[in-house]
């Protein structure tokens, strides 16, 4: 089995506008896909740098003198770019939220179709895990949390079911989190409540949203003028935050206009929201939900 099927690979990497002796960067390397075809499209002048902070991604690192994994969360970009004496780069992609792998793997606790314990970290040398969340959380810490990043209309009284069920006994497992939760599971839309319940806990548990801020507001200082940024997201919740940083250089509001009205920010879009076709659908049912973003340095 591939440990990940890598989503609009062209597309993506299309969207670097590669030089063939240009540094760039592949902040979620996974299975490698999208990095290889990076490789493949560099001299022997290039270079390419990779982060995943899982350390089962480290099982598939490429065997290139032209390329360099880092075992860290792309929050950090800007500081192990510089440990490895680079300033700025080409170009930077991102295939933002879980990979096949650990999708696929029980034990990690990502996926709704296993039986597990709480756990979702991506980054397993990470304390804070869904067991934490669901059991220690506030009331209204696990209110914010499945209305904030599930989208959930009933998350209060989610919160108070979990709050009232664990006085008793712990919330272990991702069976017993279902029992309890049973009564906000039509089953018509059993899957998809589900998977936004875990889609919350898993961001809250790795700070995807706060991650992807920090990322985010260092790439236009690492890219060289002309750079390209090539971003996948799978949620509204990132996707909303790519398209307005691109658009504003801000996460919310309006930037600074000058007296007649311009304003500046140091991106610009390239061509319009690319998605996947009905055939890679087909192929790769995970592909449904991916929107790409490309932009460049101004």
Known sequence: MEY??????????DGL???????????????????????????????????????????????????????????????????????????????????SHQFDVAERGFSTRFEAD????????????AFHVVN??????LRQVFAQYGELRPAPAMARLIVAHRQNEPIVTSKQLKTVLK???????????????YQAIRIEVNQEIEVLKEFLLQTPEVLVKGGRLSFISYHSLEDRLVKRFIRNGLFEGEPERDMFGNFEVPLKKVNGLIVPSKEEIKINN???????RIAEKL
Do not use: W
């Open 4 to 13: 990940h099927n890598p989503v609009l690979l062209k597309e993506t990497v």
């Open 118 to 129: 709480l756990d979702m970290r991506m980054n397993q040398r990470n304390t804070l895990s």
């Open 286 to 292: 995970r592909a449904r939900s991916a929107k790409l």
């Open 17 to 99: 506008n590669i030089k063939p002796s240009g540094v760039y960067v592949d902040v979620t390397f996974g299975g490698g896909g999208h990095s290889k075809e990076i490789l493949s499209r560099l001299d022997e002048n290039g270079k390419l740098f990779a982060f995943d902070q899982d350390e089962d991604a480290l099982r598939n690192k490429i065997d290139d003198p032209r390329f360099t994994l880092i075992n860290e969360n792309f929050r950090y970009l800007k500081r192990f770019l510089r440990l490895h004496g680079v300033k700025q780069v080409d170009g930077v992609l991102a295939d933002f939220g879980v990979s």
């Open 136 to 141: 220690e959380y506030e009331e209204e810490q």
């Open 183 to 197: 009564k906000f599971l039509p089953p018509r839309h059993e899957n998809k409540v589900l998977a936004q319940i």
